[in-house]
């Protein structure tokens, strides 16, 4: 629910330029922003509900700490409902400027400095890097991830990729060996993706969407079917990877094309799992109600395509209710979103165990770790936790979804105020798969939230994890 254009709440610019209040911006700490809100702009808890669409309970657990935000998009939804200053307060929050040029040169040149705050001590070149960094990970399709441990993502070859529209150089699938060695290739992709093997992944990525794209133009009847299905699966695995790593553009222009592909497969199933991607392009962008439309749509069609349910279509429908779920969550809809859960649940029963068709992982415990991602998202921190105690671990057999339960308990703990066991959680999930938290902005942002409210020892161990995870 955004925020009624009406309910704009005015602060007096002064106020935000004062020390204190660049403090409580650079920790990210929304209960300090709600109560100079309050005192700076006279606004009462419904008011500030009504100008950044969160529900009046839920502002006043913030204000009274019982509550924390550690959602990107709740953040960009405060700042613009109100009416954060850019420049250059949305900075120094985390964001990025809503007038980009307002920081670079009118011919495109490199960042400059941003602006301080009268009486500030100005960042250092560490917090300035990490702020450059945020904005242009969010408004150039085309920038550079590097996380300390020397591991580079290198999404300028997989731009290339992806804007590659009619190659010169074009080759053919001129035997079954060609195609089996694509099939092959896609198969290590999707592997390693679920493996958490992203720095590898993305150095060959952008070869094999290549070489799909050409092999494209040159086969006909059911090898055409075949590459095409290749195709779909190669840029899910794009479109996923570029999605961890907050490459808005390019992740939605990845999907797009996985579901392109995949409706010239002609097969529902692969349609759906490709939909799965598009509908977490979608909810990137904080378009909830498309993608829950998106999922619940396509999941009727998957399952409207089979006279008889397959174990294949059946994981994909399961697994579009349940980013249907997740989507409208964050959308606040809490009646729709345990209503897809109960429908999965129901999808996870039939199909009669947890397996991994169609690179879906689907099974009765997926839909329990999506019952804690749900329950985050709607801010139900000790539900989350529940349900999350509930997972039988050996029964989750891919890496990316084990080590995604543990940032979302971690989440939960942080929602719930209880640091240290946030802290316990992000470490379990670097010991399984430490690339999740070094690729993963959004990840730094909830290490930094965890290290604002620590203190003595604590404080120390997880800077440490910042430091490794290059937070």
């Known amino acids: 629910m955004q925020g009624h254009p009406t309910s704009r709440i005015t602060i007096p610019s002064w106020a935000w330029e004062r020390e204190h209040t660049a403090e409580f911006l650079r920790r990210r700490d929304v209960q300090a922003l709600f109560q100079f809100v309050r005192q700076y702009g006279g606004a009462s808890q419904m008011a500030i509900s009504a100008a950044t669409g969160l529900s009046q309970g839920r502002v006043s657990e913030i204000l009274n700490g019982r509550k924390t935000v550690t959602a990107f998009e709740v953040y960009e939804r405060v700042a613009e409902g109100i009416s954060m ?8 929050f985390g964001l990025a400027p809503r007038n980009p040029g307002a920081f670079t040169g009118h011919n495109g040149a490199a960042l400059s400095a941003p602006p301080r705050l009268p009486a500030q001590k100005s960042p250092d070149r560490g917090e300035v890097s990490n702020v450059r960094r945020r904005e242009f990970v969010g ?5 550079l991830f590097q996380a300390t441990s020397g591991s580079m993502l290198d999404m300028d070859e997989i731009a290339a990729a992806l804007t590659r529209y009619a190659g010169t150089s074009r080759g053919t699938v001129r035997s079954a060996t060609s195609l089996r060695e694509l099939s092959q290739r896609t198969h290590s992709a999707k592997v390693g993706y679920q493996a958490c093997h992203y720095t ?3 150095k060959h990525l952008p070869e094999l969407l290549r070489n799909l794209d050409d092999a494209a133009t040159g086969v006909e009847g059911d090898d055409a079917a075949q590459v095409h299905a290749l195709r779909a699966e190669a840029y899910h695995v794009a479109a996923s990877l570029l999605l961890k790593c907050e490459e808005r553009g390019l992740s939605y222009l990845a999907a797009d094309r996985s579901m392109r592909a995949a409706e010239d497969s002609e097969n529902p199933a692969v349609v759906g799992a490709s939909a799965r991607a598009f509908t977490r392009a979608l909810m990137r962008e904080r378009h909830y109600k498309a993608a829950t439309e998106l999922a ?7 399952d409207s395509a089979m006279d008889e349910p397959t174990p294949e279509s059946l994981s994909v429908y399961g697994s579009l209710l349940l980013s249907g779920a997740v989507s409208a969550a964050k959308r606040e ?3 729709q979103a345990l209503s897809l859960l109960d429908e999965a649940g129901d999808a996870g029963e039939r199909l009669g ?7 879906t992982a689907f099974g009765p415990t997926n839909v329990l770790l999506h019952r804690v991602s749900t329950a985050v998202e709607l801010g139900d921190a000790g539900s989350a936790i529940d349900y999350a105690r509930q997972v039988q671990l050996d029964n989750i057999e891919v890496m990316e979804r084990k080590v995604t339960l543990f940032i979302d308990a971690a989440r939960a703990y942080q929602q719930w105020g209880k640091t240290e066991h946030a802290y316990h959680a992000l470490r379990n999930a670097e010991e399984m798969a430490s690339e999740e938290l070094t690729a993963r902005p959004v ?5 930094n939230d965890i290290r604002t409210r620590a203190s003595g020892h604590l404080y120390g161990s997880v800077s440490e994890l910042a430091k490794r995870v290059g937070a």
């Open 139 to 143: 408004l150039a399709g085309t920038a």
């Open 353 to 359: 165990g947890d397996f991994n068709y169609q690179w």
């Open 443 to 447: 990840v730094h942002q909830l290490i």
């Open 333 to 335: 809809d809490r009646g």
């Open 85 to 92: 200053p850019d420049p250059p307060s949305r900075m120094l």
């Open 200 to 202: 590898a992944l993305a």
């Open 296 to 302: 619940t749509s396509t999941a009727e069609r998957v």
